[in-house]
């Protein structure tokens, strides 16, 4: 397993790079430049800013040097926030996305193998085909939609939670992750009441319960176990997803997450606080996906197996 973990990593460590240099000159393509909103400057001031920040140097020096500042660990200033470095921006707030996340992350999962695993338990009656319904409604209910109607309802009706900020309060994480959490768990459900179904009717069942074995243990110890790897298999891009996908509902309820300076640095061309940005969810979605290749073997003997050879 070992070996496997370090083999993956090495494989994702081209596939960063391949993404930092194409997010790098792709940002220097779109049309403006990092100072082209502000208040209106003159062009002896542009040409200064450019001269200082070496946005005039030709594009493979800006590259090299983007870089070797990259492997020391320097991120680069932000043209946007002015005297702000762009790690010490990530570091205040990728910590909200990540709280965000979490809380969903958790969440879907234990909404989705509820319902998904209660739907294939229930398959054929009422309550079952509602179970499968509910799935059905998470999956086309954007958050865009959904997270105005809780605050609606939740917030600004009953007054139960909080319809918008941030002050690390748990009322003020429940809409939100909810909002961002019901997709995923829509699509969990469907994939472990889908492997479930499709387990219940395997001959090894089927003699399990020749030998008199229980439902429960049937189901617990046998199904679950091959049902579940589907999910494993979804978990780790919808980790990565829930991590760092949180743009919309980051703006409906007001948190200042990562998700929102993502979205204003692209469109106010921070060419640096971009790349930062996307270095932050690339390494999310690989450590993610690697975790859950692990949580797979895991689970799979045959797959554990194909690891030591």
């Not at 403006?32 to 594009?59: C, H, M, Q, V, W």
């Not at 702000?84 to 990540?98: H, M, N, R, T």
């Not at 780790?236 to 007001?254: H, K, R, Y």
């Amino acid at each position: 397993m070992t070996k496997y973990f370090f083999k993956r990593l090495l494989e994702a460590v081209p596939v960063f790079f391949i993404i930092l240099t194409a997010v790098f000159f792709t940002v220097r393509f779109v049309p403006g430049g990092p100072f082209d909103k502000e208040r209106p400057i003159s062009p002896e001031t542009r040409k200064a800013l450019n001269e200082y920040y070496g946005l005039d140097d030709p594009l493979w020096s800006q590259y090299a040097r983007y870089m070797s500042n990259l492997a020391k660990g320097d991120l680069g200033p932000s043209y946007k926030y002015k005297g702000w470095s762009v790690g010490e921006i990530i570091a205040q707030k990728a910590a909200v996305s990540l709280q965000l996340g979490a809380a969903a992350l958790l969440l879907s999962l234990a909404a989705g193998l509820l319902l998904g695993f209660g739907a294939a338990a229930m398959e054929g009656t009422k309550f079952g085909t509602a179970l499968s319904g509910l799935s059905l409604l998470g999956i086309c209910l954007p958050s865009f939609v959904l997270g105005p109607i809780l605050a609606l309802l939740f917030a600004l009706k009953f007054g139960f939670f909080n319809a918008m900020g941030w002050n690390d309060l748990p009322r003020d994480m429940v809409l939100p992750a909810v909002t961002l959490a019901l997709f995923y768990a829509a699509w969990i459900a469907r994939l472990a009441r889908a492997g479930a179904a499709a387990e219940k009717r395997r001959p090894y069942v089927v003699a399990a319960r020749a030998k008199g074995a229980s439902e429960a243990r049937i189901y617990f110890l046998h199904i679950l176990r091959n049902a579940i790897q589907p999910v494993i298999s979804y978990m780790g891009p919808a980790a990565a997803g829930l991590m760092t996908g949180s743009f919309v509902v980051e703006t409906i309820f007001q948190i200042p997450g990562l998700g929102r300076f993502f979205i204003s640095s692209a469109l106010d061309n921070d060419y640096t606080m971009v790349m930062g940005c996307v270095m932050v969810y690339a390494a999310f979605i690989i450590i993610f996906n690697l975790f859950a290749d692990i949580l797979l073997a895991l689970a799979n003997p045959k797959i554990a197996g194909q690891m030591r050879k």
